[in-house]
């Protein structure tokens, strides 16, 4: 079955460095990553989308890549703040009529 | 509303009881998900609506769950007989037509359910 990895559980950086979170999947081929950000007790929010024919996009400070030979993206947060800190999720699906599926998400948290 | 709105927030239940969760999507969005949530987990895939095709119910863990869409607007996900395992928190989102094209969700807040 398909599976979903983000990497560590949570990431402790020193505010103002880059953020860089992974999410890497297996069994799956997906057309479309997105993206979402989590707050302790809230919905998830999403962030950005990004297509299988698409290498990189970009969205104010943040920057996602999308590699499907190493199926894998890559979440980066520049000038990272103290209000950056969450849970960030990435989410998979091929098409527009199929369901999304979710990672376990990575708990950023920034230190000022 | 502005939002999804989902009710109860809370609630805590029996071992053994039925309950009924219920999601009012953003007004015009055709599709509607259900995901749980487990303490510090990821989002547990449950049931996508979308439209009126056949909903994909793939994810139900058990068939003390299910769930039904009225007249393509609010929803319930029942769960029969509850276990302590099923303690999480529930979500719903939904999405617009449009929102098809980048898949853009839009959560509740979810309702926590806690079994006894």
């Known amino acids: 079955s398909q599976k979903i990895e983000q990497n560590s559980e949570a990431l402790n950086i020193q505010e103002g460095k880059t953020a860089t979170l992974t999410c890497n999947y297996t069994n799956y081929s997906p057309a479309y990553l997105q993206w979402y950000r989590q707050d302790p007790g809230r919905g998830p929010v999403f962030l950005l989308l990004?297509?299988?024919?698409?290498k990189e996009k970009r969205k104010e400070r943040l920057k996602v890549t999308f590699d499907t030979t190493l199926k894998q993206s890559l979440f980066h947060i520049t000038a990272s703040q103290p209000a950056d800190s969450a849970t960030y999720l990435c989410?998979?699906?091929?098409?527009?009529?199929?369901?999304?599926?979710f990672g376990s998400g990575t708990r950023l948290s920034i230190r000022p | 509303g502005a939002g999804v709105s989902q009710s109860p927030s809370n609630k805590v239940t029996e071992k053994g009881k039925d309950v009924e969760l219920r999601c009012d999507p953003i007004?015009?969005?055709?599709?509607l998900y259900w995901y749980r949530q487990s303490l510090g987990q990821g989002l547990e895939f449950l049931i996508y609506f979308q439209g009126n095709s056949a909903p994909d119910k793939s994810g139900l863990p058990s068939d003390r769950f299910s769930a039904e869409r009225t007249g393509g607007s609010v929803s319930t996900l029942t769960i029969q007989r509850t276990q302590q395992e099923d303690s999480a928190v529930y979500l719903c989102a939904s999405s617009s037509p449009e929102g098809r094209v980048t898949g853009e969700l839009f959560f509740g807040e979810g309702s926590r359910l806690t079994v006894l």
């Open positions: 990004i297509r299988e024919n698409e």
């Open positions: 989410a998979l699906f091929k098409s527009s009529a199929s369901k999304i599926i």
């Open positions: 007004s015009g969005h055709t599709a």
